[in-house]
């Protein structure tokens, strides 16, 4: 028994430096919060930056013609496609499946002409699809009379507002062009500059008559659930075989999202791998320290019969004991701050590419939380291998002697 006693007594030998294990705790609690706001903030940022161009240009899925220049259906609206879509999806009640007709042509407002591209929508469907594209001024179409909505940027060149009266013009299917004039009676933004600069959106029937053209570009489909767009696309896909169409989901479509995406990933790598860095160190300067300490300890544990993997497994269960308490301390903090972020908010600037802020945020997850605790943890470990592997070797004689 007291051969026992005397181990745990020498296994619990680092705690006469309280100060040291506070500090070694302290720094992977701050690590492991590190950790997990640099991921949630890329997480949150992410997530809004997906879901305001889902909602702004792309939807979860999109039906296409199989042809490049192709039409979907005869009818204003999709005809057959567009119902055997509605039906499929009638166990989403969430689900919105919306006709678009895209088109490009010249806008003059006065003396200035300049390019644009536009989109026929249903006003009726746009309130649920696009909640991204944000009003600036004025309202949105109703579907009575030639109603247009001008992008931002695309105002501001022909030097347009709302309530003035600009014609469109535009090359017809077949050869030849055709013309409308159209009132201006909203502006709006979304989360991509370019597209402002260029793009107005008018009803699908307006759309219809300048164009001289039935049918439709697309139909769009908005989902309760972005994460089961994948799964909804490939169902899709085995209904509408044979009806000359394809079915592409939103990630497929968002090639600028999918390098954003790509390249915070690597910048949120290069950042963990700082952050880790900086605990390895820290761990690893506080078990090499302990082990030049405990050297009398060290030698008393082999001369009671100890084994070299048992003197080894001592200081690696240090490290591991320190990595586990600072990392759920972390953890408990991190989420809290996260939360607290989360509901006040963060004013970010316009990213390249923008021309509005946004509000920022912290997500926190289990996964996040628990990728943070478990890296944290194993750093700590690892940390501790060479001390502990030098420790293991050290003689026992000149170990009793130490400090003498």
């Given at each position: 028994?007291?051969?026992y006693?005397t181990?745990?007594?020498m296994?619990?030998a680092?705690l006469?430096?309280?100060?040291r294990?506070?500090m070694?705790?302290l720094?992977?609690?701050l690590?492991?919060i590190?950790?997990?706001?640099?991921?949630?903030f890329i997480d949150?940022?992410m997530f809004?930056?997906?879901?305001d161009?889902?909602r702004?240009?792309?939807a979860?899925?999109?039906v296409?013609p199989?042809?490049?220049d192709?039409r979907i259906?005869?009818e204003?609206?999709?005809?057959?496609?567009?119902?055997?879509l509605?039906?499929e999806?009638a166990?989403?009640?969430g689900a919105?499946v919306a006709?678009?007709?895209?088109?490009?042509g010249?806008v003059?407002f006065g003396?200035r002409?300049v390019?644009?591209v536009?989109?026929?929508v249903?006003p009726d469907?746009?309130v649920?699809?696009?909640?991204?594209?944000r009003l600036?001024?004025g309202?949105?179409?109703?579907g009575?009379?030639?109603e247009?909505?001008l992008?931002?940027g695309?105002?501001?060149?022909?030097g347009?507002?709302?309530g003035?009266r600009i014609?469109?013009?535009?090359?017809?299917?077949?050869?030849?062009?055709?013309?409308?004039?159209a009132v201006?009676v909203?502006?709006?933004?979304?989360?991509?500059?370019?597209y402002?600069d260029?793009a107005?959106?008018l009803?699908i029937?307006?759309?219809?008559?300048?164009?001289r053209?039935?049918?439709?570009s697309?139909?769009?489909?908005?989902l309760s659930?972005?994460?089961?767009?994948?799964?909804t696309a490939?169902?899709l896909r085995?209904v509408?075989t044979g009806?000359?169409?394809?079915?592409?989901?939103?990630?497929?479509l968002a090639?600028?999202y999918?390098?954003t995406v790509?390249?915070?990933s690597r910048?949120?790598?290069?950042?963990?791998?700082?952050?880790?860095?900086?605990?390895?160190?820290?761990?690893?300067?506080?078990m090499?320290?302990?082990v030049?300490?405990q050297q009398r300890?060290?030698g008393?544990?082999m001369?009671?019969g100890?084994?070299?993997a048992?003197?080894?497994g001592?200081f690696?269960?240090?490290?591991?004991?320190m990595?586990?308490?600072?990392?759920?301390?972390?953890?408990v903090?991190?989420?809290a701050?996260?939360?607290?972020?989360t509901w006040?908010?963060i004013?970010m600037p316009?990213?390249p590419?923008?021309?509005?802020g946004f509000?920022g945020?912290?997500s926190?997850?289990l996964a996040?939380?628990s990728?943070?605790f478990?890296?944290i943890?194993?750093?700590?470990?690892i940390a501790?291998?060479l001390?502990?592997?030098?420790a293991?070797r050290?003689?026992?004689v000149d170990?009793?002697?130490?400090?003498?």
């Open positions: 028994m007291d051969r006693l181990r745990l007594r296994a619990l680092f006469r430096e309280p100060q294990v506070l070694v705790c720094t992977v609690a690590g492991t590190a950790l997990i706001l640099a991921d949630g949150r940022t809004v930056f997906r879901e161009i889902i702004a240009h792309f979860h899925i999109q296409l199989a042809e490049a192709g259906g005869t204003a609206r999709g005809g057959d496609t567009r119902s055997l509605e039906r999806l166990s989403d009640p919105v006709a678009r007709l895209s088109f490009a010249l003059s003396e002409t390019g644009f536009g989109e026929g249903e469907k746009e649920a699809l696009s909640k991204a594209v600036s001024s309202s949105q179409i109703t009575s009379g030639n247009v909505l992008g931002e695309l105002a501001r060149s022909i347009a507002s709302v003035d014609t469109l013009l535009t090359n017809v299917r077949g050869g030849g062009v055709n013309a409308i004039e201006v909203g502006l709006f933004h979304t989360a991509t500059k370019a402002d260029r107005l959106r009803s029937a307006a759309a219809q008559q300048l164009t053209s039935s049918g439709v697309r139909l769009m489909i908005l659930d972005t994460d089961a767009a994948a799964a490939l169902r085995e509408l009806e000359g169409v394809q079915v592409k989901v939103w990630s497929e090639d600028f999918n390098k790509d390249l915070f910048q949120l790598s290069f950042v963990r791998t700082v952050i880790l860095a900086i605990v390895l160190l820290a761990a690893s300067n506080a090499a320290r302990n030049l300490e300890e060290i008393t544990m001369a009671l100890a084994r070299r048992t003197v080894a001592k690696v269960a240090e490290a591991l004991a990595g586990v308490v600072g990392g759920l301390v972390g953890v903090v991190g989420g701050i996260a939360r607290a972020v006040i908010g004013p316009p990213p590419g923008n021309a509005h509000v945020g912290v926190f997850s996040t939380a990728l943070a478990l890296s943890v194993a750093i700590c470990v501790a291998l001390p502990a592997l030098r293991s050290a003689n026992i170990a009793l002697r130490a400090d003498r």
